[in-house]
């Protein structure tokens, strides 16, 4: 802990800012290739929707993603409505989570050079694999600083400077939740080791625990109020926020509807088979160094510490990848800095005599395997863009010519014959056309490209998650307000892409879609994969 001071300013600011920069560039370098029209349009359209007025829970309802899609918003007021404002905010959590790394190892007891090191890998795992804002990887950045200000809220002196570090951890950790709840939830592991490991007194415990809780208390009433301000509908809120995601993962749990390591490794390949690697050999470490730790050498202590923490990163880690529908390459955020603390745990508990050269042994050993563990990775992950559900390069790669959207190379799954021309085209059929439309598909960035107001009252098609289960009362609530939104919007045109949804989602789940759009086709007109139908007017 004491390396921080060991080191002059000017070089703890060049760290600081190379290690920003890192993380940011790589992000910006590989967050413009492809695009997966679901996934990457998600926040993308719901900070547009805030941007022209909309209101969550009251306008349009989403289970998850709050944070990031009004940081979104406020990046498109400042920088304009675009795919690099869009890429930049990935870039600069990117770099700020590396940022954060950094000073959480030195916080552990980690030296300067190291930490440096393992923060840097760091910026691979995050951002890159998905490449713009997404739920998830912004909810394990504000969780990683929460783990942070935790372990130095357990080092702080005085109740004032220790009620406030509790309490800013309150604030990442409800930031955390409303960015994704299962990050939240999972995040118990780290934090909890972490808690246990640091406070080593009933009284710190005590005042650990009652100062979250006051800032969760403080937190959740600020949120009420926003909500009552707004005009957001408690219902909505509970629906679609509470309701509609515990029931999707209790599904995923009982039913094995999940993406497990396994399914991965084949198509990744030995970058997560390395990953599995290092939980395996995080486990042994951590049950070899508990079986030491009431020893009373105050380096084991410190090491059953390091290797603890570490532990239940990646714990954490394995669990989100198990219980996640998403591609398991992007749940090992927390990867790079768990080795980290297990290096770091070793050197610790190294004897006295022959030390420097065991360290220089065990210094080859992890560096070496990090190195290549993280050059697989990033060839096998973000190179390919796998997560993106292609192989990138294999097809053919247009840029946009769409203002808003030149800054990406477009490469879509084969799922949805989408091609970059038809983007234009279909952009130049609105600029000619006027009136609003209604989108039937995923690809819905869609509405900010083409100035229109985005209509349907989800952010994205999925049955179970985003729209409620058919023959239900919430169900028939959601299709009164599609019929409304319908009308108030005064639809003109119904864009159909061409294989649906990649959720299976159908036009015939939808009666407000049959009994006002339908029936009023006069037009159709064939754009790639979009099929454009011409309404007359109610």
Known sequence: MNSYHRFPLWINTVCIGLLFLTGSLINLHYSHMGFMPLDQSIVFDGAWRVLTGQIPYRDFTTPSGIIPILIQAAMFAIFGVSWFSYCLHAAIVNGLFCLTAYYLLIQCGISRPLSFFYAALSGIVLYPPIGTPYPEQHAAFFLLVAIWLMTKACRAEGKGRVAIMWMSCSVFLFLCFLSKQNVALLGIFPLATGFFVFLHDKQSLFNGLKYTAVGIVICGLVAVLAAVILKMDPSQIWVYGFMLPYQTILTRLTTGDMVPFAAHDATIGSGMLWGRIAIVFSGV??????????????????????????????????????????QSAQCYWFLFIAVGLAHAAILTVLPDRDHRITSLCVHIFFISLTLKGAYLFNNSVNETRIVHDITFGETEIQRPMV??????????????CVKARDIDELARYFEINNGNFLLFGDTSILYAITGRPSVFPALWYHNGLTT?????????????????????????????????????????????????????????????PFRVLRLTNA
């Open 403 to 416: 203002p808003a959207l030149k800054f990406m190379l477009h490469q879509s799954p084969i799922f949805y």
């Open 468 to 528: 409620p289960e058919k023959d239900t009362e919430a169900f028939r609530r959601f299709n009164r307000n599609l019929k409304n939104n319908i009308r108030a919007y005064n639809v003109k045109y119904l864009v159909l892409e061409a294989n649906g949804t990649w959720n299976g989602s159908k036009v015939s789940d939808f009666p407000a879609i049959n009994e006002l759009l339908l029936n009023r086709i006069t037009e159709t007109q064939q754009i790639g």
């Open 285 to 326: 470490l951590f049950i070899f160094l508990s079986a030491l730790s009431r020893h009373r050498n105050t380096n084991i202590r410190r090491a059953v510490g390091q290797a603890t923490v570490g532990f239940g990163m990646i714990i954490f880690c394995a669990l989100l990848a198990e219980t996640t529908s998403n």
